[in-house]
């Protein structure tokens, strides 16, 4: 297990390494928020190529540093376009990250998000904390969860001070099962490889009000993640992401701006994500 001090020792060199690498990040995605998604890729440092036709996702996969999968808006020739994606990544050992938009909402997506789970090795999953909870009842790790209304969070299970240790629990046992990292999101979020689990509370209450702020940092986590190790990339995806929110959010405050301009802000400082602030800034836990 790693400890706090070593986390944050870590964070400059990582960051070093994620912009060296310049990770190709091929991303399959919904069309809702692949633009943000490319943006948000650029920005921390890695190289965006968004492909889904199955003739070329072979060739696509074998030159790719990490595959990320987004279910947003699936359709029957996208999913079979991401067990192609899967298996030539486990052949490649190339790291898959998972975005289980939805997942819990619709049959479609439990069928798709367990197929992808159990059928192929996952580097990571990024999800809202009601998608987590789906995927540990779909698991048995959980005998009951709430349905989302859509994509976002149900607000009874945001996570807070009060449940912050019981969702720990539960996460780190599912990312355990899984044999996965794990990236819980929220005003608090949880992140754990089954055996670490950090909290970290940062971030701003305008993130959720735009959409792609998740799907944004499932993107950036599968560059991070190319550049470093899972839990070590998935920290600074998460510092970096939370950091520019909080940044954008007091620039639109400064500017009596809102949601839109917010959107462009959280771009331009995950662009200006300095390794000092997230050391300095962020506020992490070992749980
Ligand atoms: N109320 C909040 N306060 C602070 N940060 C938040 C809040 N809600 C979400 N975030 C942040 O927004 C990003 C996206 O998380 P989330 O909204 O849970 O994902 P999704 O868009 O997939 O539902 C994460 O970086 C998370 O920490
Ligand atoms: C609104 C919407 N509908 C299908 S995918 C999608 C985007 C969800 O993005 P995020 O989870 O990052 O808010
Ligand atoms: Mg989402």
Redesign the pocket.
Known sequence: MINKETLLDNIEKNLNDIRDKNALTHCIT?S??INDCANAVLAIGGSPFMAEDAEELEEVVTIADVVVINI??LSKSQIESMKISAKKANETSTPIVLDP??VGVTNLRNRTTMDLIENYDIAAIRG?ITEIKAIAKLSGVLDESNTAK???VNADDIITEENLKDNAYLIKELASRLNTTILASGPIDILTDGETVISIDNGDDMM?LI??????LSSIVGSCIAGSNPLEGSLIAILAMNLAGEKARAKVDERDEGTGSFRAYLIDYLYRTEAERLVNESNIEIL
């Open positions: 919904n809702v928020t947003g808006k938009v939805g809202n859509g994509v976002d959720p959409t792609g702020s998740g799907c944004m």
